[in-house]
């Protein structure tokens, strides 16, 4: 039989759903299993973007333009330039989902076998699209024990070799909460025009900031505007993670042009999640006050909670809705497979995912794991109650 893929074999699975198993296995028993491992919002997705689907009387749903439809980017733009980001529909590339947006961005501007450079914790997913694209991420610490800032600029310098193509940041920060300041992006913005790098941005957590806290995109750092390429989706933002729409954004006029190409490879977006994210464009802004609010509220309630059990450290995230705990525990990995597979409290149990899979540098986040606080207070009280309970009896204990 023929031998798989060189790269197949290297792709790594992901750490948020390699315990899918464990938990159906669970579920199967009749437990209640919390999720507190994947980032699917439970808010409800706004009626403006339900509506139009619902209301549709096409005939066909046709393939659109590869750059996604011209409707729908121009609309965006206006969304865009509400938040003071200038951009006019020829500098966006409709993508489906923020995933497929990362990787025509590397693609374009990274050949392989160069290099990236991650702060890490960083989306796991990173990790999948590198492979794919044959180039080498390096990465660049950050600690827990400094809520997972961004690291010294001169931590940052030393990681850059003639194979360094770029850097990449998610901000707000998933895995970690953490909101990049101005001021360390102006700090990035030194790096990148030192050593004429790209600074790629994923903000697709842009809405998701706390406590009067305000998002500062790439985008507006001046002088570097033909090395930024922005990352955007509409599914956290909109509560719309299955449409799958994202979009890749730059004014560097060669990236756009090569991007398509990739984007012609595989025709065009999504046509039914274009309408949708079109449509959503219209959102009311008590919307996003609401969801805001309650995201306020939820993380209050679990930095509190999780705190409070002995052994436990929860920063407080100032952006998105995960964090990075740490846990009193020999093995994230083996603690998370635990709790799906031996445990139990009243019939119930908790998923969470190791945060091992966000790091890159081997041994690291071997006692840490994410959170994302998607689900209802009464929902996360009980989750935690779970937790502690379960930190009590776990034989891997430290």
Request: hydrophobic share 40%; glycine share 6%.
């Amino acid at each position: 039989m023929p031998s798989i893929s060189e790269r197949g074999k290297a792709i790594p699975a992901s750490p948020i759903r390699k315990l899918v198993p464990y938990a159906e296995e669970a579920k199967r028993k009749g437990r209640k299993v919390y999720h507190l491992n994947i980032g699917q919002p439970d808010i409800p997705t706004p009626d403006v973007a339900l509506d139009a689907l619902r209301n549709l009387n096409l005939k066909v749903i046709e393939y659109s333009h590869s750059a996604g439809n011209e409707s729908y980017r121009r609309k965006l733009t206006a969304y865009y330039q509400k938040i003071g980001i200038n951009v006019n529909h020829t500098e966006i590339l409709i993508t489906t989902g923020g995933s497929e947006a990362i990787l025509f961005a590397l693609l374009s501007c990274v050949n392989p076998d160069e290099e990236v450079i991650i702060p890490e914790p960083f989306y796991a997913n990173y990790n999948g699209f590198a492979t794919m694209a044959g180039i080498k991420i390096v990465p660049v610490t950050s600690y827990i024990k400094e809520d997972f800032a961004l690291p010294p600029i001169v931590d940052i310098e030393k990681k850059i070799t003639s194979k360094t193509k770029g850097i990449i940041i998610c901000n707000p920060n998933n895995p970690t909460g953490y909101l990049y300041s101005k001021e360390e992006l102006l700090h990035l913005k030194e790096i990148v025009m030192k050593h004429d790098l790209f600074l790629f941005s994923d903000e697709a957590y842009r809405e998701f900031c706390y406590d009067g806290a305000e998002h500062f995109s790439a985008m507006n750092l001046e002088g570097i505007e033909n090395n930024v390429i922005l990352l955007d989706s509409v599914s956290k933002r909109y509560s719309e993670c299955g449409v799958r729409i994202g979009a890749l954004i730059t004014r560097n006029k060669e990236i756009i042009s090569t991007a398509l190409k990739f984007a012609q490879a595989r025709l065009s977006p999504p046509g039914l999640g274009q309408i949708a994210g079109e449509a959503s464009i219209d959102t009311p802004n008590d919307y996003f006050k609401d969801v805001n609010k309650e995201y306020t509220a939820r993380r209050n309630f679990m930095v509190e909670a999780l705190n409070k059990i002995p052994g436990v450290y929860c920063p407080k995230p100032k952006g998105a809705f995960y964090t990075v705990v740490k846990l009193p525990v020999d093995d994230a990995d083996k603690f998370a497979q635990w709790l799906l597979e031996k445990f139990e409290y009243k019939n119930q149990t908790v998923m969470v995912a190791p945060a091992s899979g966000f790091y890159s540098t081997p041994g690291y986040g071997k006692n840490e794991v994410r959170i994302a606080y998607v689900l209802k207070i009464d929902d996360l009280k009980n989750a935690i109650m779970i937790l502690a309970e379960a930190l009590k009896v776990y034989p891997g204990k430290v």
